[in-house]
C-alpha cells in the first residue's frame, strides 16, 4: 500500500519561507501525479499546486502562484513545496495527494486516491 508522509511545517513569521517535503513510498514515483491541498478547520480543502507524471508540468492556485514552487526528485521519491513570502492566510494543515497515471483535474481533490496525513503551518503576523 502506497503511503505519503508529509515533513516540514511549522510556526513561521508573515514573511518568511517554508519548505515542505512529501515522501510517496512507492516503487513507481515517477508514474504519480502528485498535488498539495490545504485545509483550515471547518473549511473545504483547497487545491494549492500539483505537478503531472508525465510531463512535469506544473499548476498553481491563483492565491500562491508567483509566492509558491512545487517540483519533484523522482530519484528521491519526494515532491516539495517551496513557500515565500508567508502570509498569516496561509496558515493551514497542507496535505500531500497522489494519483497514479493521470494528470486531469488536478485542482479537485476527488482526483487524487492517496493522501498524507497532512503537516501544519502556522504563520503569525
Known amino acids: 500500500q502506497v503511503q505519503l508522509v508529509e515533513s516540514g511545517g511549522g510556526l513561521v513569521q508573515a514573511g518568511d519561507s517554508l519548505t515542505l517535503s512529501c515522501v510517496n513510498s512507492a516503487r513507481t514515483f515517477e508514474t504519480y501525479t502528485m498535488g498539495w491541498f490545504r485545509q483550515v478547520t471547518g473549511k473545504e480543502r483547497e487545491f494549492v499546486a500539483a505537478?503531472?507524471?508525465?510531463?512535469?508540468?506544473?499548476y498553481y492556485s491563483d492565491f500562491v502562484k508567483g509566492r509558491f514552487t512545487i517540483s519533484r526528485d523522482n530519484a528521491k521519491n519526494t515532491v516539495y513545496l517551496q513557500m515565500n513570502s508567508l502570509k498569516p492566510e496561509d496558515t493551514a494543515k497542507f496535505y500531500c495527494a497522489a494519483v497514479k497515471y493521470y494528470s486531469a483535474r488536478y485542482d479537485r481533490a476527488f482526483t487524487y486516491d492517496i493522501w498524507g496525513q497532512g503537516t501544519q503551518v502556522t504563520v503569525s503576523s
Open positions: 505537478i503531472t507524471w508525465d510531463d512535469n508540468k506544473t
